[in-house]
């Protein structure tokens, strides 16, 4: 099928009464950076996001609060004179992949969390920055104290409802090479895991899972590492999630409250949320097909930039090997359109201009990100990053609505 370009995605919008865009953050509206603590937001970009209003929502891994949130981005690209809370101008949608819900008022919730894994999610950090620790000093045993430190305190990200250990900085500063950067992660992953068997004996052995960005897809429930290559460095980000938080189910949850804001119903429920969600993209189609008449669906669109795609050979077979953290909710959303004769949409950004090596769109062949066998169909291709994505994205909320 034919793509389409920026301004014909915008006549399309245009000309439809009920849409609903669905929008990842980093690497879309803002550049990829090593340390998140340096992201910079448009202040005309949380202008266009508030008049587009109910036709718009976020779904992203990161979250809105806490030191790192994106809430402190919309505070600094305002400025002190003015207050988001007040003017309704904070992100909507879901953060945490779907565990911590915002309005534009700054509302927040944590919908199907119990306090028992609220209380396991504060030792985490911790835990996170003695194993960084102890990571660099068997990977670097020359690193001096206040640089094993500064790497540490850069590596662990102290986000309240997913703990992450982004080995960016360590790449950067510590390993060069490949096979240095194999090592980290295989050592990351250690830490993890170990993480993960202590929530097992407290009880919460269903409550927690590893989420790796990007990764390579899952098999038997596992996300697959991405591991460091010449040309790319793979997986970064391991983060500690609540089960039940990833984007697919945060789509449904999405669509569930937007058609309760249009129809005054919520056809899967009042209080559905990620956590009580079918665990699979099957189950989840088949419940939306159950549960929403097709005239009350919105059509969709996706914007997002990570996914992946690596060949691999089977023999003498070739097959793929296909991941990445929007892939799962850009498919479910194509299939959601299949199914209920609606054209929906999926947008990806090129995100590798930024700071973190990725595949790019300048590449015609896609490589890294998708490929011939692709089921996920890019209907929109924004080659010039976030910077073109925000450009178009202010013209869509100035001359459409």
Known sequence: ??????????????????????????????????????????????????????????????????????????????????????????????????????????????????????????????????????????????????????????????????????????????????????????????????IERQAQQQGLGDSFFLHLAPNLGSQDGKELLKWASREHRGTSDFQFMLRGAVKEAGLLVLLNQHIARQSGRAPLGADFNVRTAPRSAEALLALAQESIAPEEMPTLVGIADTITSERLMDGNQQCWRRGGSDRGFLTLLQEIGRAFGRTNRVVLVDSSGGELDRPSLQDPELRGLSDPEDPLQLDVLVPGGPRAYVQWFNGLASNVF
Do not use: K
């Open 1 to 194: 099928m034919a793509r389409l370009s920026l301004n014909e995605l915008q006549e399309e919008i245009s000309a439809d009464r009920d849409i609903l865009l669905i929008q990842d953050l980093d690497g879309v509206c803002m550049p990829l950076v090593r340390d998140p603590l340096t992201r910079v937001l448009p202040p005309q970009y949380i202008e266009a996001v508030a008049r587009l209003g109910d036709r718009f929502r976020v779904l992203t891994n990161g979250e809105h609060s806490g030191a790192r949130g994106v809430n402190r981005l919309v505070e600094q690209a305002l400025g002190p004179r003015r207050d988001p809370a007040t003017e309704g101008l904070y992100l909507p949608g879901l953060a945490a992949g779907g565990v911590q819900s915002q309005t534009g008022h700054g509302q927040i919730s944590h919908p199907g969390v119990s306090q028992a894994e609220l209380q396991f999610l504060q030792t985490v950090t911790a835990q996170l920055g003695n194993g960084v620790r102890q990571i660099i000093e068997q990977i670097s045993p020359s690193c001096a104290a206040e640089e094993l430190e500064q790497l540490s305190q850069a590596a662990v990200l102290d986000n309240e409802l997913s703990p992450t250990l982004n080995l960016n900085v360590l790449f950067a500063g510590l390993c060069p090479e490949p096979d240095q950067q194999r090592q980290l992660q295989e050592l990351s992953l250690q830490l993890l895991e170990t």
